[in-house]
């Protein structure tokens, strides 16, 4: 009978610490986290895994992965995953499908279905191939000579040639043992740890000052290494913005998380927390657009204003609800005012609203229909026409007017490289 009790107990223990414990342990990203997988989805989206978590996007608290990808448990308890990528050949068959390694399998799947016949042993499907990896990422062409997948395994590295099916192992001298990689905005990223080093995915060369610290540049987190480069950071982070705007004078000031961007009219480029000069606010707006030598900054429900100037001036009264100020309830997405104008252009979900910043009471006039976006994180309007970002990029339109009627997407350009010059 005690045999039996001790049998029972251990079970339970097994079932709490394997299976029903699922999700008890509460994962912050931001305090350092090693990464177990990367990948980018279907739509651009990346995935990071931890354990039997995912952190979908760069923000955000993480979730079950069986949620998502709910066979990965079917076949296999999902401790953790080893390595993922998504095949983004358009001329392989499987284009667009995301796979993932555990141990000595793969899994395939297609919009987040499992496909047909898997899991299978890695190298069925990857001939030469064997598990259990550490990472995996895409390289197509001319990224490497010919379109293939880099496969990670201690300090052995191998190019699969997705055509050809031929293995090539590389010496890649200058790279640390990656516990996962990723290609993003076409550049290549090793993490180890929670450090990451951009390389040249043909030969492992790494340029520049790395390593650096993955939650300087790939999560939204209110503290960072005490190492952290808050211009660099700022500049050359793959966090989406908030919002973004520009004053009177030509200023620019950008937003996202605890901190902003400022860029004077020489072309200055500096970093702060908005608590500093916005204390009031303290983090993380939702939209802000200048009008008439103030900054009108919208956090949830209420509207901030300030005057510009050193230091910025918090004015009396404020915050007000945002309804009672521009006849619209927030949240609001974006918003801006163009020059010599005094409509404000309201960005909420996929309609845009026209307020007469000169009438009184405020109201919410024209609605306007946007077929480009589904959902728009800043907005900002200068002498180049309105400026439009959604993630990672931005693109630029004439007027409003085009923004609201445009069926065709403009030429999309990087917020890093060419709103604050990073080129890494």
Known sequence: MKLL????????????????????????????????AVAVNEVGIPYFFKGDHLFKGFHGEAELSNETFAELDDYHHLGHVDAA??????????????????????????????????????????PGIHGPLDAAVECPHPECDEDSVIFFKGKEIFHYNVRTKAVDEKEFKDMPNCTSAF???????????????????????????????????????????????????????????????????????????????????????????????????HS???????????????????????????????????????EAELGIQGPIDAAFVCED????????????????????????????????????????CDSEGVKVVVGNHFYVFASPMIFSTARILPEQRRVSLEMFGCDH
């Not at 079970?11 to 990464?35: N, P, Y």
């Not at 845009?352 to 994180?377: Q, T």
């Open 5 to 36: 009790t001790h049998m029972l107990c251990l079970a339970l223990a097994v079932t709490w610490a394997h299976g029903d414990s699922h999700g008890l342990a509460k994962l912050d990203r931001c305090q350092g986290l090693e990464m177990d």
């Open 284 to 322: 993380e707006v939702d939209a802000v657009f200048s009008y008439q030598d103030h900054l009108y900054m919208i956090k949830d429900d209420e509207l901030y204003v300030y005057k510009t100037g050193e230091p910025h001036t918090h004015l009396e009264g404020y915050p007000k609800p945002v």
């Open 85 to 126: 990528f998504r095949m983004h050949f358009e001329k392989s068959t499987d284009h667009d499908h995301m796979f993932f390694f555990l141990d000595h399998q793969v899994f395939s799947y297609y919009k987040h279905k499992l496909e047909d016949g898997y899991p299978k042993t890695i190298h069925d499907v990857f």
């Open 183 to 281: 290609r993003f905005m076409e550049h290549f990223y090793c993490f180890h740890g929670h450090m990451f080093s951009k390389f040249d995915p043909k030969t492992g060369e790494v340029h520049g000052k790395y390593p650096k610290e993955a939650r300087d540049y790939f999560m939204r987190c209110s503290n960072f290494s005490a190492e952290s480069d808050h211009l660099d950071r700022e500049r050359c982070s793959r966090v989406h913005l908030d919002a973004i705007t520009s004053d009177d004078p030509g200023n620019m000031y950008a937003f996202r998380g605890h901190h902003f961007l400022r860029e004077d009219t020489n072309d200055t480029l500096t970093a702060d927390t908005i608590e500093s000069a916005f204390k009031e606010l």
């Open 341 to 380: 104008h005094h409509i404000a252009h309201i960005i909420k979900g996929e309609k845009m609203y026209d307020v007469d910043l000169k009438s009184s009471p405020r109201v919410a006039g024209i609605e306007r229909p946007i077929s480009l976006f589904s959902k728009i994180d800043a907005a900002m």
